[in-house]
Structures are given as structure tokens and as C-alpha cells.
């Protein structure tokens, strides 16, 4: 929801009298047309004390993907879940490799949602990819992303070289 803060004054033409300008607040949903070429669906920033850095980077629209660079031969997604919480597709080196579901009854932050060992040491990159899906008795299909933690480093959502990618056009 948005609230419009809108000032007016009316002058009359004739005689130049003015009237007291008047104020007024009104709060307002705002309704984008999903299938237009010109909708940008972007990754939000949403605060908290529980994540891990103050935040997690959140998004419910199929095709945003957000994608950490780490180093090392283990990984774990960290992920926020709850009651409006969807589905990710989890991508290694650019091959699928997880679907997650982050749906739970209850909020629970900074949650291992995926994980692999035995990598080869080095340079790797995970991304998650928002399917836009939940089960039935989520609210919505949110992905709330905390960091990605490599050996004893914790990669923040909104660390640089981090990289948060739209879907695109539909």
C-alpha cells in the first residue's frame, strides 16, 4: 500500500480571491499488469534483527534469481521460512541441482535450507532461482534469502559481487 499526499488552492479568475488550500492523505493498493513488458520484478530488502545481517533479500516472482560467488568445497543456503513462504529452484555452477520449499507453520529465521559438501576446492557460484510456487496452505510464494555461508564465511544477501536479477518479461 502507498499513501498520496495531495495539496490544493483554487484561485478565482475573477476579483483574484484565493481559497484556504486544502490537504489530504489517502492510502491506496497499487495493481501492476503482470503481463506487461515494462514490469520490473526486483528483489526487496526486508530488516530484521533475526537474519543474520539485519536483513534478507525477498522475492515471490517467478524467474528472480540471486546469485552469491563463494570459495571453498562446502556450502549451506541460509534462508528464512514461514507461513508465506514458496518454493526455489538451488543452481551449483549453473546446474540445477535442489528445489526448495521454505513454507512452515511457524517464521523461523536463519535456517538451513540446502546445503552440499565435497566440492572441489575453489571458485563456485549458487543461485537461487524463485519458482513463483507454494503448497496449498502457504499465504504466498515468498523466498527470503539470508546469506550463503562457505566454510567459516557468511555471504550476505546484499554483500557485494553479490548479483539480484529480475525475471524478466513474462
Known amino acids: ?3 498520496a499526499s495531495l495539496t490544493t488552492g483554487i484561485t478565482a479568475v475573477a476579483g483574484g480571491t484565493s481559497l484556504t488550500p486544502v490537504a489530504w492523505s489517502t492510502c491506496t493498493a497499487l495493481t501492476a499488469d503482470d503481463k506487461g513488458p515494462s514490469l520490473v520484478r526486483t528483489w526487496d530488502r526486508d530488516t530484521s534483527r ?7 533479500a525477498a522475492a515471490r516472482m517467478a524467474g528472480a534469481s540471486l546469485t552469491f560467488p563463494f570459495n571453498g568445497s562446502a556450502v549451506s543456503l541460509l534462508a528464512t521460512k514461514g507461513p508465506s513462504s ?3 529452484a538451488i543452481y551449483l555452477d549453473g546446474v540445477k541441482v535442489a528445489t526448495v520449499d521454505l513454507y512452515r507453520t511457524r517464521t523461523a ?3 538451513v535450507a540446502w546445503s552440499r559438501t565435497g566440492l572441489k576446492a575453489g571458485r563456485h557460484h549458487v543461485e537461487i532461482r524463485v519458482l513463483g510456487t507454494h503448497v496449498r496452505a502457504s499465504k ?3 523466498v527470503m534469502i539470508d546469506a550463503v555461508k562457505a566454510g567459516a564465511t557468511l555471504v550476505q544477501e546484499n554483500a557485494p559481487g553479490v548479483v539480484h536479477a529480475d525475471s524478466g518479461s513474462p
Request: zero cysteines; hydrophobic letters at 30%; glycine letters at 22%.
Open 1 to 3: 500500500d502507498y499513501t
Open 50 to 56: 533475526s537474519a543474520s545481517g539485519g536483513g534478507v
Open 86 to 88: 514458496g518454493r526455489a
Open 109 to 111: 529465521w536463519r535456517q
Open 140 to 142: 504466498d510464494a515468498w
